[in-house]
C-alpha cells in the first residue's frame, strides 16, 4: 500500500501549511503539478482567481497563498468543511462557494482573470470544459487552466468554445495534463 504525503502549501505567506483532504470524493492535485503550474503563472502578479470544483482547496489556496484573490467553489459539503478549515488553519481570506461550479462561471462572465478547473474525472470532461470556457468567465488577457487525466486530451470542441486567437498549450504532469488556454 503506497502512502501519499499530505498536501501542503509550496510558497506565499501560508508556505508550509499542511492541507487536510476530504476522506473520499476528491484527487487532490500533485505538488510537482501545483509546482509547475504556479511556476509558469509567475508573471502574474495577483489577479481574481477562480478554483472550481475546488475539493481540498490545495490549487485556490496555493493561489491565495501567493497573492491572487480567490473563489473556490465545491458542491461536496464534506468538501466544503474541509475548505473552511484550510483556509482557516492557512489564515487566507478566500471566498467561499458551495454550490454548483457551471452554474457559479456561467454567472460571473469577465469575472476572473484566472479560473482553474479540475472536475472529477469521473465525469464526462469535455462537456464541462465547453461549458467553462463557453461562459467567457475570463476577462481579455486571463487564461482558463484546465486538468484532464493525461490519457484523455481535450476535444477540439472545448478550444472552439474560445474567442479568436486563444493560444492553447497542454503540460503533462504525469498521469495529470493541464491545458493552458490564454484567452488575447
Known amino acids: 500500500m503506497t502512502h501519499v504525503s499530505q498536501p501542503r502549501i509550496l510558497a506565499g505567506r501560508a508556505k508550509g501549511t499542511p492541507l487536510e483532504t476530504p476522506k473520499r470524493g476528491t484527487r487532490p492535485s500533485p505538488a510537482r503539478l501545483r509546482q509547475a503550474l504556479f511556476d509558469g503563472l509567475q508573471t502574474r502578479v495577483g489577479g481574481r482567481f477562480l478554483d472550481l470544483y475546488a475539493g481540498s482547496g490545495a490549487i485556490g489556496l496555493e493561489a491565495a497563498s501567493r497573492g491572487f484573490d480567490v473563489t473556490l467553489v465545491e458542491r461536496n459539503r464534506a468538501a466544503m468543511q474541509v475548505l473552511r478549515r484550510n483556509a482557516r488553519k492557512a489564515h487566507l481570506d478566500v471566498t467561499l462557494v ?87
Open 98 to 184: 458551495e454550490g454548483d461550479a457551471l452554474a457559479h462561471v456561467k454567472a460571473h462572465a469577465n469575472a476572473y482573470d484566472l479560473v482553474f478547473a479540475a472536475p472529477p474525472y469521473t465525469e464526462p470532461l469535455p462537456p464541462i470544459f465547453e461549458a467553462i470556457v463557453a461562459s467567457q468567465a475570463v476577462t481579455p488577457g486571463g487564461v482558463y487552466l484546465l486538468q484532464h487525466p493525461s490519457h484523455e486530451p481535450l476535444t477540439g470542441d472545448v478550444v472552439a468554445q474560445a474567442p479568436a486567437g486563444t493560444q492553447v498549450t497542454s503540460r503533462r504532469y504525469g498521469s495529470n495534463t493541464v491545458t493552458w488556454l490564454r484567452v488575447p
